[in-house]
């Protein structure tokens, strides 16, 4: 590609959006200015799909949604001041919502890059406003997204439990996602997605980098998924937790998972319903849950000890790296051993990570942070202090935990700091807050997850 010049760049455009029935691919379109197209290209197994009328217009508007979310991962390389849509104009609600995916998605990497993002994202409105959408008659079937870590785990059991049809659905080529889908012993739906190479010369042309919102991103591709595949449900995993953010001094909360949180799902699964299939259901399963009770759910089985994995370091852009399934350092680790052992033996839960990490006084301050302590909550998919805080005053009333060095550390010099500030297990493990959950389905399994 010619030489990219982020500082130069002026407008970023979302040029075409094209699916192939016949064989399952699509092609999204964006360019800067009016240089070289980026083509990003995603494949749904199963083709050739045969759609009705009313199937095809509802795939129009998911794919154009899908086009303008997954344009985040490009938008970002120079974050330029202008925002085309060459093939259609957008009404206030479509223009608003991408605003708040953009806006908020991408404020871990605002904050990270110095950047005010605020005067510069600004989708073009002017289209009519959309139609309701119509009930397409979709099949009863559950399209749950795997990400090979515990919370997507908990999902598939509990939706099996409850007798909801399902097909385990993931997107790229991770390997170790795919030997925990096909542990469920469910049929499974592997979507390929390939960036744009381009992209990646961007980068080393010293292109803006960054975290972006990538399960908006996934969302909307189980969402195209759904209605090829004639599936009524895309279901995620992303507890109450996610809602959180970390407090930074001086700039506010920014959320490394606002797009697992709260507003998100509502923003999205509203506009799904509305604007392209009345009858497509998108949810958290895990939302009214905390991440301590999403734990104590997961514990209750062994049967995915030697599979899970919910460690980041597993996976990269460009693929898997070669590691152990827990590297045993990184926020995640230390987060979900923490998570799980007030609810799992010793023995089992340092046979799943290899070692036990609340007896390592090298992770000290990764700990800390969990408990905002002396730092801020990580970047990274993690639950609340008063999670982490909640679980270290149970294990430091527990023999078998408690003279390890980092609970030990906890009950000498923290807990002591703490007088009135909740730390409570039993209130964090009560199902609570809004969600999604089709009326019908959380009946059935609102007993389960309080038990």
Known sequence: MSSFQRDQVRAFSFVRRDIDLASGQIALVYAFDDGEELVETITIPGAPFTLSALHTAAL???LTLLHLIAGVSYYKAAVPG???????????????LLESIYLQGLGEFAYRNGLDLRTRIRFPRGGERL??????????QALVAIGGGKDSLVSIETLRRAGVAQTVTWIGNSQLIRACAEHTGLAT?????QLAPALFEMNRQGAWNGHIPVTAINSAIMAVAALLVDADQVVFSNERSASYGSLIEGTGEVNHQWSKGWDFERRFGEYLQQHVAADLHYYSLLRPLSELAVARQFAKSSHYDAHFSSCNRNFHILGERPTARWCGVCPKCHFVFLALAPFMSKPRLTGIFGRNLLDAESEVAGFDALMEYHDHKPFEC?????ESRAAMAQLAARPEWREDHIVRRFAREIAPQLPGVEISLDALLRPDGEHRIPARLWERIRADFAA
């Open 189 to 193: 739906l592997n979507i390929d997605r």
């Open 382 to 386: 993690v639950g609340e202090a008063r």
């Open 60 to 62: 129009d508007k998911a």
């Open 82 to 96: 202008e925002i085309r849509v060459e093939y259609t104009q957008l009404d206030e609600a479509t223009a608003a």
């Open 131 to 140: 139609p309701a959408a119509p009930a397409l008659g979709l099949r009863q």
